[in-house]
Nanobody, 126 residues
Framework: QVQLGESGGELVQAGGSLRLSCAASGRTFTSYAMGWFRQAPGKEREFLAAINWSGGSTFYADSVKGRFTISRDNAKNTVYLQMNSLKPEDTAVYYC???????????????????WGQGTQVTVSS
């Protein structure tokens, strides 16, 4: 198993940037593809980005493509989400996720993904 802990969420003005981090512990980090999701109040959890075990492959939702960048540092057991040009509609709780199957993370099926962090709140003010 792997345990995930997100950090970096805060209140930011529209147009600003944030970098979220997700630290993993437990089973070997490189066993897992990683992803970022978010959930706004009253909405379903939404897929944002995925990265394979090596970092050599990434995939993004259309809603964040060009603004958000996922990356990972396997030496630090950490995955990141760099968020630029933030908008008020980006306000949500952001979650990282892990699964041994990259395809499952890319497909973004919340129920099929193995492990989740507890989330970090991002609030973008207008």
């Amino acid at each position: 198993q792997v345990q995930l802990g997100e950090s970096g969420g805060e209140l930011v003005q529209a147009g600003g940037s944030l970098r979220l981090s997700c630290a993993a512990s437990g089973r070997t980090f490189t066993s897992y593809a990683m992803g970022w999701f978010r959930q706004a109040p009253g909405k379903e959890r939404e897929f944002l980005a995925a990265i394979n075990w090596s970092g050599g492959s990434t995939f993004y939702a259309d809603s964040v493509k060009g603004r958000f960048t996922i990356s990972r540092d396997n030496a630090k057991n950490t995955v990141y989400l760099q968020m630029n040009s933030l908008k008020p509609e980006d306000t949500a709780v952001y979650y990282c996720a892990a699964d041994v199957n990259y395809g499952r993370v890319v497909q973004g099926g919340v129920r099929n993904i193995g492990f989740w962090g507890q989330g970090t709140q991002v609030t973008v003010s207008s």
